[in-house]
Protein backbone atom coordinates (compact mmCIF):
# COMPACT_ATOMS: atom_id res chain seq x y z
CA UNK A 1 0.00 0.00 0.00
CA UNK A 2 1.15 3.45 -0.79
CA UNK A 3 1.98 5.69 2.06
CA UNK A 4 0.66 8.23 0.03
CA UNK A 5 -3.26 7.64 0.71
CA UNK A 6 -4.67 7.23 3.86
CA UNK A 7 -7.55 4.31 3.96
CA UNK A 8 -9.28 2.92 6.56
CA UNK A 9 -11.79 5.50 6.64
CA UNK A 10 -14.23 4.61 8.99
CA UNK A 11 -15.74 7.40 10.53
CA UNK A 12 -17.38 10.78 8.68
CA UNK A 13 -15.32 11.95 5.69
CA UNK A 14 -15.96 15.46 6.10
CA UNK A 15 -12.24 16.28 6.27
CA UNK A 16 -10.26 16.75 2.34
CA UNK A 17 -7.38 14.06 2.44
CA UNK A 18 -4.80 16.15 1.11
CA UNK A 19 -2.00 14.07 -0.37
CA UNK A 20 1.01 13.48 2.13
CA UNK A 21 3.89 14.65 0.05
CA UNK A 22 2.09 18.09 -0.86
CA UNK A 23 2.60 19.15 2.65
CA UNK A 24 5.98 20.42 4.67
CA UNK A 25 7.08 17.96 6.97
CA UNK A 26 7.16 19.19 10.87
CA UNK A 27 8.12 18.06 13.75
CA UNK A 28 5.74 16.41 15.86
CA UNK A 29 4.22 17.51 18.92
CA UNK A 30 3.66 14.62 21.17
CA UNK A 31 1.69 14.62 24.33
CA UNK A 32 1.12 11.72 26.43
CA UNK A 33 -2.08 11.90 28.88
CA UNK A 34 -1.44 10.71 32.07
CA UNK A 35 -2.97 10.76 36.14
CA UNK A 36 -1.93 8.69 38.82
CA UNK A 37 -5.47 7.33 39.63
CA UNK A 38 -7.60 5.52 37.52
CA UNK A 39 -10.83 6.51 36.11
CA UNK A 40 -10.00 10.20 36.22
CA UNK A 41 -10.83 10.89 32.63
CA UNK A 42 -7.57 10.44 30.57
CA UNK A 43 -9.14 8.21 27.65
CA UNK A 44 -12.10 11.19 27.60
CA UNK A 45 -9.75 13.95 27.51
CA UNK A 46 -7.49 12.37 24.93
CA UNK A 47 -10.27 11.84 22.20
CA UNK A 48 -11.93 15.10 22.48
CA UNK A 49 -8.51 17.20 22.81
CA UNK A 50 -7.62 15.12 19.41
CA UNK A 51 -10.46 16.01 17.47
CA UNK A 52 -10.22 19.84 18.36
CA UNK A 53 -7.03 19.85 17.45
CA UNK A 54 -8.21 18.06 14.14
CA UNK A 55 -10.93 21.03 14.26
CA UNK A 56 -7.78 23.39 14.56
CA UNK A 57 -6.64 22.48 11.14
CA UNK A 58 -3.68 19.78 13.19
CA UNK A 59 -3.00 16.62 11.70
CA UNK A 60 -3.43 14.07 14.59
CA UNK A 61 -2.29 10.56 15.57
CA UNK A 62 -4.16 9.76 18.89
CA UNK A 63 -2.43 6.22 20.14
CA UNK A 64 -4.01 4.25 22.43
CA UNK A 65 -0.97 2.92 24.46
CA UNK A 66 -3.61 1.74 27.61
CA UNK A 67 -2.59 -1.64 25.33
CA UNK A 68 -4.46 -4.38 27.25
CA UNK A 69 -7.41 -2.38 28.14
CA UNK A 70 -8.06 -0.39 25.32
CA UNK A 71 -10.96 2.14 24.95
CA UNK A 72 -10.48 4.97 22.96
CA UNK A 73 -11.77 3.41 19.70
CA UNK A 74 -15.29 3.72 21.86
CA UNK A 75 -15.05 7.10 22.91
CA UNK A 76 -14.16 8.19 19.55
CA UNK A 77 -16.96 6.14 18.42
CA UNK A 78 -15.27 4.05 15.87
CA UNK A 79 -14.69 0.36 15.36
CA UNK A 80 -11.50 -0.52 14.47
CA UNK A 81 -11.03 -4.12 12.91
CA UNK A 82 -7.46 -4.54 13.44
CA UNK A 83 -5.03 -3.20 16.40
CA UNK A 84 -1.73 -2.45 17.46
CA UNK A 85 -1.01 -6.02 18.32
CA UNK A 86 -1.62 -7.45 14.99
CA UNK A 87 1.20 -4.63 14.21
CA UNK A 88 3.29 -6.01 16.66
CA UNK A 89 2.38 -9.73 15.86
CA UNK A 90 4.04 -8.72 12.39
CA UNK A 91 0.68 -9.64 10.81
CA UNK A 92 -0.25 -6.09 9.51
CA UNK A 93 1.52 -2.47 8.46
CA UNK A 94 0.74 0.41 10.17
CA UNK A 95 -0.54 1.95 7.57
CA UNK A 96 -3.92 -1.13 7.19
CA UNK A 97 -4.22 -0.55 11.42
CA UNK A 98 -4.71 3.19 11.51
CA UNK A 99 -8.61 3.84 11.46
CA UNK A 100 -9.59 7.30 10.26
CA UNK A 101 -11.88 9.36 12.91
CA UNK A 102 -13.23 12.84 11.76
CA UNK A 103 -11.21 16.10 10.06
CA UNK A 104 -7.33 14.41 9.74
CA UNK A 105 -7.28 12.55 13.22
CA UNK A 106 -6.42 8.93 13.22
CA UNK A 107 -6.51 6.57 15.82
CA UNK A 108 -3.61 4.03 16.22
CA UNK A 109 -6.31 1.17 18.25
CA UNK A 110 -5.28 -0.70 21.02
CA UNK A 111 -6.27 -4.19 21.88
CA UNK A 112 -9.30 -4.81 25.21
CA UNK A 113 -8.59 -7.81 26.94
CA UNK A 114 -4.87 -8.60 26.06
CA UNK A 115 -3.05 -9.50 28.85
CA UNK A 116 -0.11 -9.90 27.08
CA UNK A 117 -0.59 -6.36 25.68
CA UNK A 118 -1.41 -4.63 29.16
CA UNK A 119 1.89 -5.68 30.07
CA UNK A 120 3.71 -4.70 27.01
CA UNK A 121 8.00 -5.70 27.67
CA UNK A 122 10.50 -2.50 26.73
CA UNK A 123 11.21 -3.67 23.61
CA UNK A 124 7.97 -4.37 21.77
CA UNK A 125 7.09 -0.98 22.88
CA UNK A 126 10.30 -0.07 20.63
CA UNK A 127 8.97 -1.41 17.97
CA UNK A 128 5.65 0.15 18.30
CA UNK A 129 7.72 3.12 18.46
CA UNK A 130 9.28 2.66 15.99
CA UNK A 131 6.14 1.86 13.44
CA UNK A 132 5.10 5.00 14.56
CA UNK A 133 8.41 6.65 13.29
CA UNK A 134 7.45 6.26 10.00
CA UNK A 135 4.62 8.24 10.04
CA UNK A 136 6.53 11.33 11.33
CA UNK A 137 5.78 13.35 8.70
CA UNK A 138 2.37 12.99 8.05
CA UNK A 139 1.29 14.10 11.70
CA UNK A 140 1.88 17.42 13.95
CA UNK A 141 0.54 16.30 16.68
CA UNK A 142 0.50 12.64 18.56
CA UNK A 143 -1.55 11.91 21.21
CA UNK A 144 -0.97 9.49 23.40
CA UNK A 145 -3.72 7.94 26.01
CA UNK A 146 -2.01 5.94 28.71
CA UNK A 147 -2.99 3.56 31.49
CA UNK A 148 -3.40 4.55 35.05
CA UNK A 149 -1.01 3.49 37.69
CA UNK A 150 3.16 3.24 37.41
CA UNK A 151 3.03 0.17 35.23
CA UNK A 152 6.59 -0.03 33.34
CA UNK A 153 4.35 0.48 29.89
CA UNK A 154 2.51 4.28 31.15
CA UNK A 155 5.56 5.02 32.59
CA UNK A 156 7.78 4.41 29.43
CA UNK A 157 5.25 5.81 26.65
CA UNK A 158 4.93 8.90 29.38
CA UNK A 159 8.97 9.55 29.36
CA UNK A 160 8.75 8.78 25.90
CA UNK A 161 6.58 11.67 25.59
CA UNK A 162 7.85 15.32 24.64
CA UNK A 163 5.12 16.47 26.93
CA UNK A 164 2.89 15.01 29.65
CA UNK A 165 -0.52 15.98 30.22
CA UNK A 166 -1.41 15.29 33.72
CA UNK A 167 -4.95 14.91 34.27
CA UNK A 168 -6.10 15.33 38.30
CA UNK A 169 -9.44 16.09 40.13
CA UNK A 170 -10.62 18.33 42.67
CA UNK A 171 -10.20 14.65 45.62
CA UNK A 172 -7.22 14.51 47.46
CA UNK A 173 -6.51 11.15 46.36
CA UNK A 174 -6.36 12.16 42.46
CA UNK A 175 -3.86 15.37 43.60
CA UNK A 176 -1.76 12.37 45.98
CA UNK A 177 -1.57 10.11 42.85
CA UNK A 178 -0.81 12.47 40.42
CA UNK A 179 1.83 13.55 42.47
CA UNK A 180 2.84 10.34 42.46
CA UNK A 181 3.08 9.95 38.75
CA UNK A 182 5.14 13.38 38.84
CA UNK A 183 7.69 11.90 40.48
CA UNK A 184 7.98 8.52 39.36
CA UNK A 185 8.57 10.37 35.70
CA UNK A 186 11.00 12.92 37.13
CA UNK A 187 13.03 9.88 39.06
CA UNK A 188 13.22 7.34 35.91
CA UNK A 189 12.61 9.76 33.21
CA UNK A 190 13.87 13.19 34.01
CA UNK A 191 10.82 14.86 33.24
CA UNK A 192 11.17 18.02 34.26
CA UNK A 193 8.03 20.23 32.94
CA UNK A 194 4.49 18.70 33.26
CA UNK A 195 0.79 20.39 31.99
CA UNK A 196 -2.24 19.98 33.70
CA UNK A 197 -5.63 19.72 33.52
CA UNK A 198 -8.57 19.56 36.34
CA UNK A 199 -11.27 17.34 35.08
CA UNK A 200 -14.21 16.69 37.41
CA UNK A 201 -14.85 20.61 38.58
CA UNK A 202 -17.98 22.14 39.41
CA UNK A 203 -16.24 25.17 38.30
CA UNK A 204 -13.71 27.10 36.72
CA UNK A 205 -13.09 28.50 40.06
CA UNK A 206 -12.88 24.83 41.72
CA UNK A 207 -10.36 23.71 38.76
CA UNK A 208 -7.87 26.84 39.28
CA UNK A 209 -8.34 25.66 43.37
CA UNK A 210 -7.79 21.97 42.37
CA UNK A 211 -4.26 23.21 40.51
CA UNK A 212 -3.34 25.55 43.37
CA UNK A 213 -3.47 22.92 46.08
CA UNK A 214 -1.65 20.30 43.60
CA UNK A 215 1.06 23.15 43.24
CA UNK A 216 1.34 23.53 46.69
CA UNK A 217 1.74 19.43 47.37
CA UNK A 218 4.03 19.16 44.19
CA UNK A 219 6.08 22.17 45.17
CA UNK A 220 7.68 20.40 48.32
CA UNK A 221 7.86 17.08 47.06
CA UNK A 222 8.98 17.83 43.16
CA UNK A 223 11.02 20.23 41.28
CA UNK A 224 8.76 19.03 38.38
CA UNK A 225 7.37 22.61 36.85
CA UNK A 226 3.76 22.78 36.28
CA UNK A 227 1.89 24.28 33.70
CA UNK A 228 -1.90 24.86 33.76
CA UNK A 229 -3.81 24.09 31.36
CA UNK A 230 -7.69 24.55 32.29
CA UNK A 231 -10.34 22.80 33.51
CA UNK A 232 -13.11 20.24 32.11
CA UNK A 233 -16.29 20.56 34.28
CA UNK A 234 -18.21 17.26 35.56
CA UNK A 235 -20.79 17.08 32.50
CA UNK A 236 -23.15 14.53 31.89
CA UNK A 237 -23.17 15.21 28.16
CA UNK A 238 -19.97 12.80 28.27
CA UNK A 239 -21.66 10.05 29.80
CA UNK A 240 -24.59 10.34 27.22
CA UNK A 241 -22.18 10.83 24.02
CA UNK A 242 -20.33 7.57 25.01
CA UNK A 243 -23.74 5.93 25.10
CA UNK A 244 -24.83 7.12 22.03
CA UNK A 245 -21.32 5.67 20.33
CA UNK A 246 -19.98 9.50 19.75
CA UNK A 247 -17.32 11.71 21.43
CA UNK A 248 -19.31 14.24 23.31
CA UNK A 249 -17.44 17.05 21.43
CA UNK A 250 -18.84 15.63 18.61
CA UNK A 251 -22.25 14.84 19.72
CA UNK A 252 -22.61 17.58 21.95
CA UNK A 253 -20.27 20.35 20.93
CA UNK A 254 -22.33 23.38 22.57
CA UNK A 255 -21.98 21.48 25.77
CA UNK A 256 -19.76 22.58 28.36
CA UNK A 257 -16.96 19.98 28.41
CA UNK A 258 -17.02 20.45 24.44
CA UNK A 259 -16.66 24.24 24.78
CA UNK A 260 -13.74 23.43 27.96
CA UNK A 261 -11.77 21.04 25.94
CA UNK A 262 -11.90 23.19 22.69
CA UNK A 263 -10.20 26.16 24.64
CA UNK A 264 -7.86 23.44 26.27
CA UNK A 265 -6.89 22.63 23.01
CA UNK A 266 -6.28 26.40 21.88
CA UNK A 267 -4.34 26.98 25.02
CA UNK A 268 -2.03 23.50 24.15
CA UNK A 269 -1.07 25.38 20.30
CA UNK A 270 -0.44 28.59 22.33
CA UNK A 271 1.96 26.96 24.57
CA UNK A 272 5.23 27.20 24.11
CA UNK A 273 6.99 25.31 27.61
CA UNK A 274 8.34 22.54 26.38
CA UNK A 275 10.78 20.05 28.48
CA UNK A 276 13.91 21.15 28.51
CA UNK A 277 15.63 18.04 28.96
CA UNK A 278 19.06 17.11 27.88
CA UNK A 279 18.55 15.72 24.52
CA UNK A 280 14.73 15.91 23.84
CA UNK A 281 13.78 15.02 20.44
CA UNK A 282 9.96 16.02 19.80
CA UNK A 283 9.98 12.73 18.30
CA UNK A 284 9.44 10.65 21.04
CA UNK A 285 11.14 7.16 20.36
CA UNK A 286 14.17 8.91 19.27
CA UNK A 287 14.04 10.60 22.21
CA UNK A 288 13.71 7.44 23.98
CA UNK A 289 16.64 5.55 22.42
CA UNK A 290 18.80 8.73 23.55
CA UNK A 291 17.92 8.44 27.29
CA UNK A 292 18.74 4.88 27.00
CA UNK A 293 22.05 5.93 25.48
CA UNK A 294 22.45 8.23 28.43
CA UNK A 295 21.48 5.74 30.95
CA UNK A 296 18.27 6.65 32.37
CA UNK A 297 15.07 4.81 32.04
N1 LIG B 1 -15.85 15.80 32.75
C1 LIG B 1 -16.58 14.69 32.91
N2 LIG B 1 -17.90 14.78 33.23
C2 LIG B 1 -18.64 13.67 33.43
N3 LIG B 1 -18.17 12.42 33.34
C3 LIG B 1 -16.86 12.26 33.01
C4 LIG B 1 -16.00 13.38 32.78
N4 LIG B 1 -14.77 12.93 32.48
C5 LIG B 1 -14.85 11.59 32.52
N5 LIG B 1 -16.10 11.18 32.84
C6 LIG B 1 -16.57 9.80 33.03
O1 LIG B 1 -15.65 9.18 33.93
C7 LIG B 1 -15.43 7.84 33.57
C8 LIG B 1 -13.95 7.59 33.38
O2 LIG B 1 -13.51 8.33 32.26
P1 LIG B 1 -12.26 7.84 31.37
O3 LIG B 1 -12.49 6.46 30.88
O4 LIG B 1 -12.01 8.89 30.36
O5 LIG B 1 -11.14 7.84 32.49
P2 LIG B 1 -9.67 7.21 32.42
O6 LIG B 1 -8.81 8.07 33.26
O7 LIG B 1 -9.27 7.02 31.01
O8 LIG B 1 -9.89 5.78 33.10
P3 LIG B 1 -8.80 4.60 33.16
O9 LIG B 1 -7.81 4.99 34.20
O10 LIG B 1 -9.62 3.41 33.55
O11 LIG B 1 -8.20 4.47 31.80
C9 LIG B 1 -16.26 7.58 32.33
O12 LIG B 1 -17.47 6.96 32.71
C10 LIG B 1 -16.51 8.96 31.76
O13 LIG B 1 -17.72 9.04 31.03
MG1 LIG C 1 -8.59 5.32 30.01
Redesign the pocket.
Known sequence: MSNDEPTNSSASDDAPVIPLRTRTPAQARVVAIA?GK????????AANFALALGQLGVRVLAVDA?LG?A?LDI?LGLAPPHTAVDLLRGDLDIEDVLVRSTHDVWLLPGCAGDVEASNLEELRRYELMTAIDTLDERFDAVVI?T??GLGPSTLGFCGAAEEVML?ITPEPTALSDGLGMLRALHERHDVRQVKVVA??VGSQDEGEAAFSRFRGLCSRRSSVRLEYMGA?????H??RA?MRGQPVSEAYPNSP?GQAVTRIAGRFMASTQRDARPGTSQIFWRRLLRQREHGAG
Open positions: SGGVGKTNLDLNVDGSVNLLPFDPVGVY
